[in-house]
Structures are given as structure tokens and as C-alpha cells.
Nanobody
Framework: QVQVVESGGGSVQSGGSLKLSCAAS????????LAWFRQAPGKEREGVAN???????SYADSVKGRFTISRDISKNTLYLQMNSLKPEDTAMYYC?????????????????WGQGTQVTVSS
């Protein structure tokens, strides 16, 4: 069983930055497929970014160039650095992990989810 816990959300003005963290436990961290998703009120959940078992990252077009996903294997922690934030980035952000997902993308198929952390960007 994999447990994931997010932290780091908050409120920021447009153009500001936030860094989310996700602590994962219960499995060999470097073997996990990891991703960040978000869900805004009234909208479907969407993938934001993911990092595969080899450390390669992918991003949704809406955040490319502004967000950076990274992991620290020594700390079993996943990060999402969010810069140049926009009001449309306002959402609940979720960390997700999976053991067997292949290919490792940010589309679907994750079995382990955190409780979410709220990000609010004001104009």
C-alpha cells in the first residue's frame, strides 16, 4: 500500500509562485510513477505533470514553461514548483502514485491519491 500526503498549497496573487510537496511511502520510491493532477470547481480533474521511473517529466500544455515537477528520492518526496501563476490555475491539487502504470503518463490509471491541497490565485 502506497500512502501519499500533499502539502504547500495556499493563496497567492497572479504572477506569484508556490511549491507543492508530496511525501510518498509504502513502496520503493524510485519505482513509482508519480504525477500531479488538479480539479477546479465544476470542472473535471486534469493531469498537470508527471515524472516516470527514470526521472523523465511531462507537462500539460497549460502549465508548460511555468511549472516544474521534480522528485527527491532520498526524501521520498515529489515537488511541483509553480511560477507565473494565473487565476485559472486555481484548483485543488492532488498527488498521485502508481506501482504498475505503464506507460507512466499524467492521463489516468493512478491507484494511490493524496487528500489534495488547495491553490488559489487571485487577480
Amino acid at each position: 500500500q502506497v500512502q501519499v500526503v500533499e502539502s504547500g498549497g495556499g493563496s497567492v496573487q497572479s504572477g506569484g509562485s508556490l511549491k507543492l510537496s508530496c511525501a510518498a511511502s509504502g513502496y520503493t520510491y524510485s519505482s513509482l510513477c508519480l504525477a500531479w493532477f488538479r480539479q477546479a470547481p465544476g470542472k473535471e480533474r486534469e493531469g498537470v505533470a508527471n515524472i516516470d521511473r527514470d526521472g523523465r517529466s511531462s507537462y500539460a500544455d497549460s502549465v508548460k514553461g511555468r511549472f516544474t515537477i521534480s522528485r527527491d528520492i532520498s526524501k521520498n518526496t515529489l515537488y511541483l514548483q509553480m511560477n507565473s501563476l494565473k487565476p485559472e490555475d486555481t484548483a485543488m491539487y492532488y498527488c498521485a502514485a502508481d506501482i504498475f502504470l505503464d506507460p507512466c503518463t499524467f492521463y489516468s490509471g493512478y491507484n494511490y491519491w493524496g487528500q489534495g491541497t488547495q491553490v488559489t490565485v487571485s487577480s
